[in-house]
């Protein structure tokens, strides 16, 4: 048996009632894509998502007015894009920088244990080889944590 065969409304009267559950259907299906396509049309719209920082195992937790540059150990900062603390980093963290090789590596660490941390990126320029020319192509990604 039909439905329509069972409805007291005219055959008519059906297929308009059921065109208009599909519009209604359609029109609650639209509405949520409508929404989303709003919010990413006016962001302020939308709630600001916090920032969240995630900080490996070993990394120092940033004090207040503190960047984030140089607080990861030397294992780690390399892989997030970060500053290497070269107090902190062995011959081998320091040759994964670019123009350093094993044997300027070799002679940062053994410049630094024989004259104590560095005060800044600027006093690897007492380590033998170590020149101008390269402390500006590598100043922006080593430094000395306090």
Known sequence: MSRQGNSPLPPDAVQEQTALNWRLRCLWLALPALCLLVCDFFPSFRSPAPQVVFWPAGAV?????????????????????????????????????????????????????????????????????????????LKEQVCVCE
Request: charged share 15%; aromatic share 6%; proline share 12%.
């Open 61 to 137: 937790a940033p004090q207040a007015g503190q960047s984030g540059s140089c607080l990861l150990p030397p294992d780690y900062a390399l892989f997030y894009g970060e500053a290497l603390d070269i107090n902190r980093a062995s011959a081998r963290d320091l040759e994964l920088l670019p123009g350093i090789g094993p044997v300027l590596a070799a002679r940062i660490v053994a410049t630094r244990e024989q004259h104590g941390p560095f005060a800044g990126p600027e006093a690897l320029l007492a380590v033998p080889g170590f020149g101008p020319v390269r402390l500006a192509r």
